[in-house]
């Protein structure tokens, strides 16, 4: 009884020695611990919210609406091309020149003197053009004007002052070169794939962030459960230690095992800071996806993820995924717009390699009057007229130009296939990846699963041991971290699954219908 007690006051003692070292303040290292931390804001966040707000609010979605919006507008500038140019343009001249001969009807046979001839003249131009698809051009110009002289020559002429008008009309059309609508249209169809291109990169981008939200999104969902892993360990290790501080008083237990049991404690401890700062760091990193804007990065804010992770296979068709890549792929629709305007600007090139032959007609009508009425009434009487038809036609000798040209836009079409047809294979290659992964992923799930249950039986098996004496703390404490290691993989695994499942959605750019977020027009909104 004695020897018992002795005993019982060593383990004591031992036990207040060590207790007294782990009570110990740490070495400080010049770091306020003390120091309050800021107020915290607990806020709820879905994947779903979560990406409209990213989509919102991110600077690279911002910056590809901009540049989309602006392809655009490339589109009128080039359409532009086509309107038709009205321009009015009024003059006042006067001119007092000496008469060197003399006028006709004013001044007589000869001249014994110098004459000032004074003749005044008011004149209007209004003149419309516009270029036409054909590649022809229109030109009407209508010039009514007012002329005058001074008196003591006027009886020379039959109207002073006279009024004269002119109504002419210009038409040219390209035969060869320049000639036809779908050459003419080469700029605008250019413009128009350009601004579809700038859609679809658009497109890409919302695909794109909306995938980095959701990947970081569920690393957020596993640290959050990493802490309970971690807490869950560091609980059974207290609950252990529990046991074998009261076992050892009884001297049931050595003293090693309280020892090993604390230092589990505190091992489990130091893991749970560790997740801890690690939830804190994704929160942080997923905040900044968001871009909230400055004020809201300062605040302390803890995020609490709402959407459950997936355990469940849902059947996937390696052959449709791959089909529907291609469908809806933004890069695929690029590279098609792409070959398309290299298409379009080789026809180009190949119709510059013509000469150039047009075809120029002109008709005009002309009055005379006394006053602006008669002027104008004889200009449409059609007595007086004229009209003209000619052909222009020029041709630059060797025209190595042109042909220079036109080989390199075909090189530019060859280039535009070959990089269609590695789109398409990369898209195979990420499909088959991403399919690849979902169904290892879900395969990850099962097993490590089952590994979790078998540390669970194991532990629980271990423990039964340690109650009757045929084990010992270290292996309870070995085992205790066998099934934190084992939920945690299993958390990994179910995280993964559902990174794949996001990555495959990626890879078949049918994110958007998920979130029934539609892109609208050319002018694209969240809805």
């Known amino acids: 009884m004695k020897y018992r007690d002795l005993a019982r006051c060593r383990v004591l003692a031992i036990m207040i020695t060590g207790s007294m070292h782990l009570l110990s303040p740490p070495q400080s290292w010049g770091v306020d611990i003390a120091q309050s931390p800021p107020p915290e804001h607990q806020e709820m966040v879905s994947l779903a919210t979560a990406a409209v707000q990213a989509l919102q609010n991110n600077l690279d979605i911002r910056l590809s609406r901009y540049t989309k919006e602006s392809r655009v507008v490339d589109i009128v500038i080039e359409q532009a091309k086509f309107d038709p140019t009205v321009s009015v343009n009024g003059r006042f001249n006067r001119n007092v020149d000496p008469l060197n001969r003399p006028v006709f009807g004013a001044t007589g046979n000869q001249l014994d003197q110098i004459t000032a001839f004074d003749q005044r003249t008011h004149s209007l131009t209004v003149e419309a053009s516009t270029t036409l698809l054909t590649g022809g051009n229109i030109n009407m110009n209508y010039n009514p004007s007012r002329n005058s002289v001074n008196q003591d020559l006027a009886a020379g002429f039959l109207f002073n002052p006279a009024w004269t008008g002119g109504l002419s009309l210009t038409v040219t059309q390209p035969l060869l070169k320049n000639a036809g609508i779908a050459v003419n249209k080469t700029l605008i169809t250019i413009a128009q794939n350009n601004a579809a291109v700038e859609q679809h990169v658009f497109r890409d981008r919302v695909l794109s962030v909306i995938a980095s939200i959701e990947q970081r999104y569920w690393e957020l969902v596993f640290a959050r ?25 009884a001297g049931m237990r050595p003293v090693v095992d309280v020892l090993q049991a604390e230092a589990a404690v505190a091992s489990r401890r130091e893991q749970i800071l560790v997740a801890e700062k690690a939830v804190r760091d994704e929160e942080d990193q997923f905040r900044t996806l968001l871009n909230p804007g400055e004020a809201e990065l300062r605040k302390n804010v803890r995020l609490t993820p709402v959407d459950i992770p997936k355990t469940s296979l849902d059947p996937h068709s390696l052959e449709e995924a791959i089909e529907t890549a291609f469908e ?13 305007s290299s298409e379009v600007n080789t026809e180009f090139a190949r119709n510059q390699l013509l000469p150039t032959l047009s075809i120029q007609g002109t008709m005009g009508l002309s009055g005379l009057g006394s006053d602006y009425g008669g002027s104008f009434n004889r200009s449409f009487s059609g007595d007086f007229y004229n009209y003209g038809v000619g052909l222009v036609f020029s041709y630059p000798l060797g025209n190595r130009s042109a042909f220079s040209t036109y080989n390199k836009r075909r090189l530019e079409a060859k280039n535009a296939e070959v990089t269609l047809e590695n789109v398409r294979n990369q898209i195979i290659l990420g499909v088959r990846e991403a399919v690849r992964r979902v169904e290892t992923d879900f395969n990850r799930i099962e097993t490590t699963r089952s590994a979790r249950i078998l540390a669970e039986k194991q532990l629980q098996m271990e423990q039964e041991r340690l109650k009757v004496g045929l084990s010992t703390t270290r292996f309870v404490l070995e085992f205790q971290r066998d099934l934190a290691t084992a939920q945690g993989r299993e958390g990994r695994a179910i995280v993964d699954y559902n990174k794949s499942l996001s990555n495959l959605s990626r890879q078949k750019a049918t994110t958007l219908e998920r979130y029934q977020i539609e892109l609208s027009g050319a002018h694209e909104s969240v809805l």
């Open 225 to 249: 459960e990493n802490v309970k892993v971690a807490q869950a360990a560091m609980k059974a290790a207290e609950e252990l230690l529990a046991t074998n501080r009261i076992k050892a008083e």
């Open 328 to 340: 809806q792929r933004p890069e695929m629709a690029q590279a098609k717009k792409q070959m398309e």
